[in-house]
């Protein structure tokens, strides 16, 4: 016969028993179940308890040993959860049971010791998941973001290709304005303008007395005809008003011309100065447009090329707004993982998850600040290798050191300032503040900050070329315009769109002095020397093309484009003039607007003695904008001033606080 | 520490900076600077407005970043530049 075990034998004990005394109890015999009966069932439940505690105390023994990572510490707490709580349940059941069974309660059994510590168990065990799962997504997201800013460093690549592509947009436009301009007797001269705005006043007398003229013509040529006059009578006259009619259109279209001139002169390469500029040149095209239509101006439309060389820039000027706007949804994204990935560092920064981290040595120590302040604890130092470089200062060889622990206090800040001296030669001081001063002021512009318009002054005369650039003096700007110094306007998102002009809201007004004496400039104005090999741009030359402006909704116009432009076989790269005796001879020569610089010149090295050489520009070129790039923002050469705000992008700490040395999109403070 | 104007600022890093001009707010010095380029003989593509502060017993200069900070600093260098 097979051997019972005890412990089986307890538990049949334990289940005859049971069943004897509810048999009893549901039977109303109770009193028949002697006390030895009730004494054995107790004694039987001891029994089980006792082996059931022993299986326990066993399991959990194994459970008492040291982990080396969270990640076993982990699998460790969550068998002992289970194992503690498991025989917690056990333990009340068989209480339960007993009591069902007796009436009566069993006391005096062995304690489950772990039962006290369940709730640290469970609240570390907490924490371990918390923080492994919060490292799981930081390592996620770190990989999502170094995606993310893959793709933006390559969008912002493109974006500043762009913007170097919209200088060239811009200089080709200038180009073909100016050749149109040249190549037209009438309005040769305004490709020579200083100030377009006094030209435009000037003409507005003209343009109101032909205008005047025009009214009258047709006036008296309506009464003649409701009168009734002879057909013969009747052609001629038409000809007076056709002819009235011709006048007031050159006028006007010197007008139209004018402000052509000044808006293409103006050089922009960020996309949405860009995309304005040409929406109002656009609006003066299509005005112009509906004049000649209104006057029936039927001889050929010099501007034909112009339209078709504005209508192709178009285009690729629009390419760019796809990876402009690819620009901001990546920075939006950005954004919105850092944040995420901020939470998840600091959800990890909780004193029970830190006191862990303690413990496993991921940190060496960290420091709890009181509760009565409420803040979380903060990592003090980790035992990550220190991120700063050591110390690795060439010249501390040379150093006389007498206590070798002195030199690991050293530490090593890469914006420390080592030494100041003063400039080396070969810098041109002068030429380079007023270059750092035109990024100062078109920043300042971009953040919407008042700023005083420069005056460009361009060549006097032919014979006498001379550039240079007319600050207008605080005291004549106040007598026009009021500045609050201290006024901050709002920056108002910029964003791409067809109503880019209509935001802005600051009148500029031009200072009383408008024209300035070529003499009086050369004074007061210090413009370095252009370098002598500067190379002229390759010109493109005007093309007889068929007019298409679909966007300007104008019937193609049937014109011929005189062979008036100058013509050449092939573009050419041509010599920058050296001497101001060159310059009237090649304008004479060549009408092409040659000496338009592609890239401005390099004034280092250049004395302003020679004020006046070299300077046939019609801008002045004493900042080399092209270098701007506002692009840079969030790289390490940002200015830390913003191209256009978007979204809720924060540029950053504040004078006083420690801007991060990492390049960074930080959420929004 | 006070920095004179049209000096070169080297930095530990060994990137040098030329001073353009300085501003003082609420008692801070604001230094309006260029990073020169390799050849010494002009300016790169890199200005700053930066603070002068006391860092383990070093000078080191701090950039103002921030939208905020600049439109309240930056016209104190433009009104200068007016002048």
Request: charged share 35%.
């Amino acid at each position: 016969m097979k051997s019972i075990d005890d412990r089986t034998m307890q538990q049949r004990l334990y289940d005859i028993l049971k069943m004897n005394i509810k048999l009893a109890r549901a039977n109303n015999e109770l009193n028949t179940i002697t006390s030895d009966t009730f004494t054995s069932f107790e004694e039987a439940t001891r029994s089980i308890d006792e082996y059931k505690q022993k299986d326990y105390e066993e399991e959990v023994s194994k459970l008492f040993n040291t982990t080396v990572t969270l990640e076993e510490e982990k699998v460790r707490l969550e068998k002992l959860v289970e194992l503690v709580s498991k025989r917690i349940e056990e333990r009340k059941s068989l209480l339960r049971e007993y009591e069902d069974v007796t009436s009566r309660s069993i006391e005096g059994l062995s304690s489950i010791l772990e039962e006290l510590e369940l709730d640290n168990y469970k609240q570390r065990l907490s924490s371990i998941r918390e923080y492994l799962e919060n490292n799981r997504n930081i390592s996620s997201i770190e990989i999502e973001l170094e995606h993310l800013n893959k793709e933006l460093n390559a969008s912002q690549e493109q974006k500043r290709k762009d913007e170097e592509k919209n200088y060239e947009l811009e200089d080709n436009l200038l180009t073909k304005l100016r050749n149109i301009l040249l190549g037209n007797e009438e309005y040769a001269d305004i490709a020579d303008v200083i100030d377009v705005d006094f030209e435009l006043e000037k003409l507005n007398s003209e343009i109101e007395e032909s205008k005047k003229t025009l009214d009258t013509f047709e006036k008296a040529f309506r009464n003649l005809t409701r009168s009734g006059i002879s057909s013969d009578r009747e052609v001629e006259y038409s000809t007076y008003v056709a002819d009235a009619r011709d006048t007031y259109y050159q006028v006007k279209e010197k007008e139209i011309l004018l402000k052509l001139y000044q808006l293409v002169t103006e050089s922009e390469n960020e996309y949405s100065k860009l995309f304005g500029k040409r929406e109002e040149i656009d609006k003066l095209l299509s005005d112009r447009m509906d004049l000649r239509k209104s006057l029936n101006i039927v001889k050929p439309d010099i501007l034909v090329d112009f339209y078709h060389i504005i209508d192709e820039q178009k285009n690729q000027i629009r390419l760019e707004k796809i990876n402009i706007d690819r620009i901001h949804k990546l920075i939006d994204k950005i954004t919105f993982k850092e944040n995420k990935l901020d939470s998840y560092k600091e959800a990890n920064q909780k004193s029970d998850i830190l006191a862990i981290l303690q413990e496993y040595g991921i940190i060496e120590t960290y420091v709890e600040k009181s509760k009565d302040e409420g803040v979380e604890p903060i990592i003090e130092e980790t035992k990550e290798e220190e991120k700063t470089p050591q110390v690795s200062f060439g010249d501390l060889g040379t150093m006389e050191i007498e206590e070798p622990d002195l030199v690991e206090t050293i530490k090593y800040i890469p914006n420390a300032i080592k030494k100041i001296e003063g400039v080396p030669e070969g810098i041109n001081v002068s030429f380079v503040k007023n270059k750092a001063n035109t990024v100062m002021r078109r920043v300042g512009k971009a953040l919407g900050i008042d700023v005083p318009k420069v005056e460009i002054v361009k060549e006097v005369k032919k014979a006498e070329p001379m550039v240079t650039s007319v600050e207008p003096k605080v005291e004549e700007i106040s007598r026009v315009i009021e500045t609050p110094k201290t006024v901050f306007p709002q920056v108002e998102e910029i964003m791409p769109n067809n109503n880019v002009t209509s935001n802005v809201k600051v009148e500029e007004v031009k200072p009383e002095v408008i024209t300035p004496k070529v003499e009086q400039i050369s004074q007061t104005v210090e413009l370095p020397k252009m370098e002598s090999t500067f190379k002229a741009p390759v010109v493109e030359l005007p093309k007889a093309e068929v007019f298409t402006n679909p966007s300007l909704e104008v019937k193609p116009v049937e014109a011929k484009v005189e062979s008036v432009i100058p013509q050449m076989e092939t573009s050419k790269v041509v010599p920058f003039p050296t001497t101001t005796e060159e310059i009237p001879k090649r304008v004479e020569n060549n009408n092409s607007g040659l000496f338009w610089p592609e890239a401005k010149p390099n004034f280092a090295n250049s004395s302003n003695n020679d004020l006046g050489k070299n300077d046939f520009f019609p801008q002045t070129p004493v900042t080399n904008e092209r270098e701007f790039n506002p692009q840079s923002l969030n790289s390490s050469e940002d200015l830390g001033m913003p191209e256009i705000p978007h979204g809720n992008i924060n540029l950053g700490p504040g004078p006083g606080q420690i801007a991060n040395p990492t390049i960074k999109i930080r959420k929004a403070s | 520490m006070n920095i004179e104007l049209n000096t070169i600022i080297t930095l530990e890093n060994g990137e040098e900076y030329l001073t353009i001009d300085k501003v003082t707010k609420d008692n801070i010095d604001y230094y309006y600077i260029a990073q020169l380029n390799e050849e010494k003989n002009d300016i790169a593509n890199n200005y700053k407005v930066v603070i002068i502060k006391k860092e383990d017993g070093k000078d080191v200069i701090e950039e103002v970043l921030g939208e905020d900070n600049l439109k309240e600093i930056l016209p104190l260098f433009i009104d200068k530049i007016k002048e």
